[in-house]
């Protein structure tokens, strides 16, 4: 546990902007250990950009970097994400 | 539409001689935590630090080995990408020409690598000839782990990503292997000044 | 989704540390309990900090309450506590959240475990029960250093009853003659206080990183299915 650490609540309206889609509810699976969870149940660090990692394994599922109204979303560690549209 | 100007709202801000600050920055004395990931917490007696990859013989140092080798106190400008700048930070560090000293190698890359995974890329130029430490105290204390303590990299002429908090080590190489960062969308190299923060400035 | 104007209607202080600023905003699409905004102030250099808050108050036409703690070394909360006054105005985006959310409708048991301002997200799922009339069976466990320091205090004295139960603890000082808790929430607290897992309430957890953490925890020793228990992090940046 990182007393930083938040979770992907904190990010959901930047998610919403760059998905169209709300995202908390969004569920992602982890291409290494494979666990599936909720958006809102990510652990998110504010570094350069944000991070989201997974619960389980730490693993860098997601990546954003924003320069206004450009924005980079890299999936490095997602191996599937489901979302409701 | 313009973003509405909210009546007194200034931030936490200092003024700064601008020669000092590169564009787009704002002055801060606090010193924000970002992190990418978990603070590992790494015990003394587990870390070590190495220098491998495109060199004659790899080395590494115990943590004890690593205090006793010559270091200096330093005083710098860091500026993070994400618009905040420290002015006269001061770090206790082993310079990464020490660690470098008598290294045969035709690399001119480098990556830091550090617990929890993160990386970052550097040419070898720009962590030679005095630019780089491996720092291990900040303002007279030793490093703090959500600094990146045991140890972190500094390399405050470009954007303080480039300093890897946790580092490990330096691997070196012929090519260029752009770290966490580079490759999800921060610029490859980083310079302040000409304010290269993401891909394409 | 936009950023849009926000309007101070008023600003209510609720305890020494904690305001409640009322806003008007045009165009608001209404919200659901458990939902947040982000909010952005921009100085005259341009300068822009941003925050996420969640939403105290239930929908009602273009009115979103915030209610915000003032952080000792904050950038933002100080400023939107000690400076704003009816017509000034910031900008908002939102409302935004979907999974930390919960509606009369789903109905309990229901356990709602918050750590200081941590309240605001379950206070607002707490009036919206209310506001719907449901008398689903809902529990407050709720953490604060002092009575002083307990927000919304006297409305949650005025709405327990008809299904609603609220538990406090009070971590730092208490007042003289105080039976209840003094101590941080624990498995044993929990399991006092709260609905046996048996029972499959849903639980929401909320407050900053460490408490949520140490909570979540200990329901899940407690037998609570994880999937049953939302949390939302507040984290140093207030959001």
Redesign the interface.
């Known amino acids: ?10 990010i ?3 998610l ?2 760059v998905f169209a889609v ?1 995202m ?2 969004a569920i992602g699976t982890c291409n290494t250990c494979g666990a599936a969870d ?4 990510l ?1 998110v ?5 944000i ?1 989201m ?1 997974c619960p389980h394994c ?1 693993n ?1 599922l997601v ?1 954003i ?1 924003e ?1 206004g109204p ?1 924005v ?1 979303i ?1 999936f ?1 560690g997602i191996r599937t994400l489901q979302v409701t549209i | 539409m313009p973003p509405i100007i909210s009546r007194g709202f200034r931030g936490r801000r200092d003024d700064a001689p601008s020669d000092r600050v590169p564009p787009g920055q704002y002055v801060t004395r606090d010193f924000p ?7 590992p917490h790494r015990q003394l007696e587990q870390w070590d630090f190495s220098i491998g990859g495109e060199v004659d013989e790899p080395r590494r140092w115990t943590w004890e080995q690593f205090r006793a080798l010559p270091s200096e106190e330093v005083t710098v400008d860091i500026h ?3 618009k905040w700048s420290k002015l006269d930070t001061v770090w206790q560090g082993v310079s990464v020409d020490t660690l470098l000293d008598g290294v045969e190698t035709a690399a001119e890359y480098v990556v830091s690598f550090c617990d929890g ?1 993160y990386t970052t890329n550097l040419p070898l130029d720009d962590v030679t000839g005095g630019k780089a430490w491996v720092a291990f105290a900040y303002d007279g204390e030793p490093l703090e782990p ?1 600094h990146g303590g045991p140890a972190r990299m500094l390399v405050p002429h470009l ?3 480039k300093s890897a908090k946790w580092v490990r080590g330096l691997r070196l190489s012929a090519t260029d292997e752009p770290g ?2 580079e ?4 610029h490859n190299y980083g310079d302040p000044w000409q304010e290269q ?3 394409g400035d | ?1 936009t950023w849009r104007v926000a309007e101070v209607v008023k600003v209510v202080p609720e305890t020494p540390r904690v305001k409640t600023i009322a806003f008007d905003v045009p165009g608001w699409p209404g919200h659901r309990a458990g939902q ?3 909010v952005r102030l921009t100085a005259e250099d341009g300068y822009q900090a941003q925050r ?1 808050y969640s939403i105290a108050s239930v929908p009602d036409g273009t009115r979103v309450d915030l209610t915000i703690e003032r952080l000792q070394d904050g950038e933002v909360s100080p400023y939107l506590t000690d400076e704003l006054r009816p017509g000034d105005r910031i900008e908002l ?2 409302p ?5 959310v919960w509606e009369p409708a789903q109905g309990g048991p229901l356990l709602l475990v918050a750590g200081g301002s941590g309240v605001v997200p379950l206070m607002a799922m707490i009036r919206a029960r209310t506001a719907a009339g449901s008398n689903a069976d809902t529990r407050l466990l709720f953490s604060s250093r002092s009575w002083e320091d307990v927000i919304y205090r006297d409305e949650l004295e005025r709405l327990r009853g008809d299904g609603l139960t609220v538990v406090h603890t009070l971590t730092r000082s208490q007042p003289s003659g105080w039976t209840g808790y003094a101590r941080r929430v624990d498995a044993e607290m929990l399991a006092e206080v709260g609905p046996s897992p048996t029972e499959l309430p849903r639980v929401y957890v909320c407050g ?3 408490y949520v ?1 140490a909570v979540a925890e200990a329901l899940v020793q407690l037998g609570h299915e994880p999937h049953r228990v ?8 207030g ?1």
Do not use: I
């Open positions: 546990m990182d007393p930083l650490m938040l979770d992907g609540n904190a959901a309206g930047l919403q902007e709300e908390t509810t909720r958006v809102g149940a652990r660090f504010r570094g350069a950009g991070v990692r730490d860098a990546t970097v320069d450009r980079w890299g490095a | 935590v970002l992190s990418a990931g978990p603070t993070c990408v994400t995974g959500e954007y303080f990503w966490f960062w490759v999800n969308g921060y923060r993401y891909w | 989704m947040h905004v982000d996420s985006r939102g935004v959240g979907g999974w930390f900053p990183t460490p953490e939302k949390t939302e992090r507040f984290g140093p940046t959001g």
